[in-house]
């Protein structure tokens, strides 16, 4: 069965009596032209899920939508890595949107409570510099870090949600940038390896967003996916790093769990032989201390979860809010200074460690982490660990994972270069990826993952894309040299360029 509809702006009431600020009545009629010159037809046949499970069918659904906005940069993820995208190139005076599938910018540190930064740096120099270190800067004036917290640490920094999601509505309000919450990317329009749409949802319905240069901070590299870039997912058989459903809790006795010097983790084989736990899962991240009495938990792991499937992100989030009562349980039973902790809030987003590795013009590797790489386009610097959490619950694969994090990490003062190629995905002339979706192998993903990376590829996309549209010229075509030079004045870390 084959069903057809169309549905024209000019006949459609919703669309004419509910304009969105910033676009007018001739931007409606001017739409529909604009839709059939660019062919702004979406089909989600083209966009399904890898997994064919469910499906009955297929239908042709067709609009005509309008192009709300027509900008330089458009950014897909408002996480830490598009919104230092979108940032950098609304400072360099390009015209942007930023469109935000959640309630708030920075992803998996606001809605997915991850309560903790990753160092920003190698123990010497402060790697993720520039936007990262303004963002930095402005969450400890804002008293947004943990009370043990302290200026000037390149270590680990615990994150308080609510003031970074401040931080960030100040960061990007202040820029004029056109931006939404709740907004999701659904799909592209391709020509002759050009992006030309992206096709949003919101609550006022389907509309497309024209650009020159697009930047996809997804995080699961769904418009470079979409546009016909090659990627990669998981190891040789497509198993993937688990999902964590990160947590907060109050009533934590911060001095009562110092003093008694139990480790959460040595701890988990007790709880185990009394079948506390549903799933025997050796990692435990652990909790953090984000408030005086507050605890931030990246406990528990979402074992097969695919980021890039409803479908499994649904069985996840409901698993992990069933699971963390066996975690309560062990906490307030089996170590000191939990006993009356309470379970206040779950992200509102799976905390996702690994999806879709974009193929570009340079796959980043671990031959390269190793050798300490130095590259003549790098445009920034980082030495996160190896982090490949075990993709089963089982104890030989949390011994390789034990063994990878022990001894694939760096001494004080060392680092790996992020070549400017991994951002430039093969096939598609006018986009660039960032965060964790950067061209690299498996290796690479688990340490370049972490929220100071995704700042230092973000700004490198912005600064990138910006310097694109004054040139007038491609992506490949950007001056390697004069970016470094750019990056380097708004505090990027690049010694060798």
Not at 183 to 190: A, K, L, P
Not at 382 to 392: E, G, K, L, T
Not at 455 to 469: C, E, S, V
Not at 477 to 490: G, S
Request: glycine share 12%; aromatic share 8%.
């Amino acid at each position: 069965m084959k069903s057809q509809r169309k549905q024209s702006v000019n006949n459609n009431p919703e669309l004419k009596t509910r304009t969105p600020v910033g676009f007018t009545r001739r931007d409606i009629m001017r739409c529909a032209a604009l839709a059939a010159g660019a062919n702004l037809v979406w089909s989600r046949s083209s966009y399904a899920a890898d997994k064919p499970e469910g499906r009955t069918g297929t239908i042709s659904f067709q609009r005509e939508i309008p192009v709300r906005h027509e900008v330089d940069v458009m950014v897909a993820g408002g996480g830490p890595a598009g919104l230092a995208a979108a940032i950098i190139a609304a400072r360099q005076g390009r015209k942007v949107f930023l469109a935000e599938g959640q309630t708030s910018f920075g992803g998996m540190g606001t809605a997915g409570l991850i309560p903790v930064f990753m160092p920003f740096g190698n123990g010497k120099d402060f790697l993720a510099a520039g936007f990262g270190k303004e963002v930095y800067d402005k969450l400890f004036d804002a008293g947004g870090t943990g009370p043990d917290d302290k200026r000037g640490t390149l270590g680990c920094v615990c994150i308080q949600a609510e003031v970074l999601k401040r931080v960030y509505d100040a960061m990007v309000v202040e820029t004029g940038m056109a931006f939404s919450f709740q907004t999701q990317v659904i799909g592209v329009e391709v020509k002759d390896g050009q992006v030309t749409h992206a096709i949003c949802q919101g609550k006022s319905g389907l509309f497309a967003v024209a650009a020159k240069v697009f930047v996809d901070g997804t995080g699961d590299g769904d418009l470079a996916a979409w546009a016909g870039a090659p990627f990669e997912k998981g190891d040789a058989e497509g198993n993937m790093m688990p999902g964590t459903l990160c947590s907060l809790w109050a009533g934590v006795n911060w001095s009562e769990v110092r003093k008694s010097g139990l480790n959460a983790e040595r701890e988990l084989q007790r709880a185990f032989t009394d079948k506390v736990f549903s799933v025997e899962d050796r990692h435990l991240p652990g909790m953090f201390r984000v408030g005086t009495a507050i605890g931030g938990g990246n406990i528990g792991h979402a074992f097969g979860v695919d980021s890039t499937d409803e479908r499994s992100v649904t069985k996840a989030l409901i698993d992990g809010r069933k699971r963390l009562l066996e975690y309560e349980l062990y906490y307030k039973k089996y170590l000191k200074g939990f006993e009356e902790m309470v379970l206040l809030s779950t992200g509102s987003l799976l905390g996702v460690r690994e999806s879709r590795r974009i193929m570009g013009e340079y796959v980043l590797c671990l031959e390269d982490f190793k050798k300490r790489a130095v590259f003549e386009d790098e445009i920034g610097r980082f030495s996160y660990p190896v982090d490949i959490h075990a993709s089963r619950p089982d104890a030989k694969d949390f011994e390789k994972f034990e063994k990878e994090f022990r001894l694939l990490r760096y001494g004080k003062g060392e680092s790996y270069g992020i070549p400017f190629r991994t951002l430039i995905p093969k096939k598609v002339n006018n986009l660039l990826v960032t965060g964790r979706c950067i061209s690299s192998d498996r290796y690479i993903q688990g340490s370049v993952r972490v929220m100071p990376g995704c700042y230092i590829t973000g700004q490198a996309a912005g600064m990138a894309a910006a310097m694109a549209i004054e040139k007038s010229t491609s992506i490949r075509q950007v001056a390697v040299p004069e970016l470094q030079k750019r990056l380097k004045t708004i505090g990027a870390f690049l010694p060798n360029a």
